[in-house]
């Protein structure tokens, strides 16, 4: 493992995607243990895809299982799929099913996105009701934001050239990818960047290339949404493998 040190990020490059994961974790619990300590709860906005569900299923398991103080642990997520919470798609239903449903959690606890219900503008606008009550409220600002990759360089449901990436007035919006044909409700990368901490989980070889634009390549967040997110007041990591890193200099 390697830790790659920026004046505004850090990148760690882990040997694979499991070394990757159990990294993860281990940082999901450090920082679970410092915001609970300090502030009495941790308010994390988990993502979809194979990496989260590597770390999920680490932290279902010794000594996580046991030793996290679960009950001051708040989840939310950073983006969903429009279908059902049962549905084979849903970012819930695969942390709920990996994570959630295994550990000491409250349901009060867990924050969905309600991203079943047709009216799409409708889901975005009662998540953002969510999260501001929540945050009493004040603008969302969570502890810790995970977010994963595309090969095409896109995060949460921010794509390239969809409408989301200029929606930065709004806390959470419906956001029609035209590539894949569907609906996807996402945080915006204003909202993102509020957070705390925001770590990147990033693993294999696909993602080299947009991995390399958008770390070391001009700006171009159209093109390049990952771009984006750069955190206001807190830390930005990136945690690679090394297939993932192997363009970066
Ligand atoms: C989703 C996401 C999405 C994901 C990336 C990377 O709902 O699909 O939240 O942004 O994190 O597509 O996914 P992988 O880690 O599986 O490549």
């Known amino acids: 493992m390697r830790t790659l040190q920026q004046s505004t990020y850090d990148v760690l490059i882990c040997a694979d995607a499991a070394e990757l994961a159990r990294e993860a974790a281990r940082r999901f619990a450090?920082?679970?243990?410092?915001?609970?300590?300090?502030?009495?709860?941790?308010?994390v906005a988990l993502s979809g895809g194979s990496t989260p569900k590597a770390m999920f299923h680490i932290l279902a398991d010794?000594?996580?299982?046991?030793?996290?103080?679960?009950?001051?642990?708040?989840?939310?997520?950073?983006?969903?799929?429009?279908?059902?919470?049962?549905?084979?798609?849903?970012?819930?239903?695969?942390?709920?099913?990996?994570?959630?449903?295994?550990?000491?959690?409250?349901?009060?606890?867990?924050?969905?996105?309600?991203?079943?219900?047709?009216?799409h503008e409708r889901a975005a606008a009662s998540y953002s009701e969510t999260l501001q009550k929540f945050f009493a409220e004040q603008k969302p600002h969570f502890d810790l934001v995970f977010l994963g990759m595309g090969a095409d360089g896109h995060t949460a449901s921010l794509f390239p050239g969809t409408a989301a990436l200029h929606a930065n007035d709004r806390i959470v919006v419906a956001n029609y990818v035209e590539k894949l044909q569907s609906w996807r409700i996402?945080?915006?990368?204003?909202?993102?960047?509020?957070?705390?901490?925001?770590?990147?989980?990033?693993?294999?070889?696909?993602?080299a290339s947009?991995?390399?634009?958008?770390?070391?390549?001009?700006?171009?967040?159209e093109k390049y949404p990952s771009q984006l997110i750069e955190p206001f007041h807190g830390s930005l990591l990136w945690m690679v493998d090394e297939a993932a890193a192997s363009l970066l200099k």
């Open 30 to 43: 450090e920082l679970a243990d410092i915001f609970v300590n300090d502030i009495g709860r941790f308010a």
């Open 62 to 119: 010794k000594p996580f299982a046991d030793a996290l103080p679960w009950r001051s642990i708040f989840f939310f997520w950073g983006d969903e799929r429009c279908v059902p919470p049962d549905h084979a798609d849903s970012n819930y239903r695969m942390a709920n099913e990996t994570l959630l449903s295994k550990v000491a959690i409250p349901r009060e606890n867990i924050f969905r996105i309600p991203a079943e219900d047709e009216d």
């Open 186 to 207: 996402t945080l915006t990368a204003e909202t993102i960047n509020r957070a705390r901490n925001i770590i990147f989980l990033v693993a294999g070889e696909d993602k």
């Open 210 to 221: 947009a991995l390399k634009e958008v770390i070391e390549g001009p700006r171009n967040s």
